[in-house]
């Protein structure tokens, strides 16, 4: 069974649409993440979010709006896309509680042309 | 503020020799050191961790980690490289803040194991 699963796997779009990613963990995690790996690898985290609410917000335009309906969602909105929000998105998820390891999914490939 | 060095972009390393993949970090406080390994279009996976007690760690697929806290240091270890060990490295810090625990990320290190 798929711990963390984020859809779709591949996104492809023009600048200027709007796009959403959807993330579903059922680990019973009461915590969840989106990163940003760009073409260097380097991973940034994004947003995280401890029982629905706003944890975490790093800097991050406010094109892009995570939503969590319940704790074992955690979307990623992204409004008028730009060439530079091309990256490799990953959600993750863990228990907030004695630092417990995140789990990763296997990450949303966003191309923007 | 937090950081984590990884100081080689890429590792080469015969299959059955020893490899280490080396991380230095920075944080105020108590360090919580993570690595985790990243296989090619695949998520991140969690190899091993450092909260407290004895400085050296094991982990997942016969990888373990030094923590040394005089030379801020967390490598990776592992004793005999397989060549299914080649992928790319993360070594992460986290802290406590605004309620929650927020990863730090290296750069990361490509290991690549020659058979």
């Known amino acids: 069974d798929t711990a963390v699963s984020q859809t779709p796997k591949y996104l492809v779009t023009q600048m200027g649409n709007d796009k959403s990613i959807k993330c579903e963990q059922n680990l019973g995690h009461d915590t969840m993440y989106w990163y940003k790996q760009d073409s260097k690898k380097f991973l940034k985290i994004m947003f995280s979010y401890n029982n629905k609410e706003l944890i975490i917000n790093e800097t991050v335009p406010n094109r892009f709006s995570p939503k969590s309906p319940d704790k074992a969602h955690l979307n990623l909105h992204i409004n008028s896309l730009e060439l530079g929000d091309s990256a490799v998105y990953f959600c993750?998820?863990?228990?907030?509680?004695?630092?417990?390891?995140?789990?990763f999914g296997p990450g949303t490939r966003l191309t923007v042309l | 503020a937090q950081s984590v060095a990884q100081p080689e972009d890429q590792v080469n390393v015969a299959e059955g020799n020893p490899l280490t993949v080396k991380c230095t970090y920075s944080v105020s406080g108590n360090p919580y050191l993570f690595w985790y390994v990243q296989y090619p279009n695949r998520g991140l996976q969690f190899l091993l961790k450092?909260?407290?007690?004895?400085?050296l760690v094991k982990g997942s697929y016969g990888f373990e980690a030094e923590f040394n806290k005089s030379q801020t240091s967390f490598h990776l270890k592992k004793p005999s490289a397989l060549v299914s060990d080649s992928a790319l490295y993360f070594c992460a810090v986290s802290r406590a803040g605004a309620g929650s625990y927020q990863l730090t990320f290296g750069k990361g290190t490509k290991l690549s194991v020659i058979p």
């Open positions: 450092y909260i407290t007690g004895d400085n």
């Open positions: 993750a998820s863990s228990l907030r509680e004695g630092l417990r390891e995140q789990f």
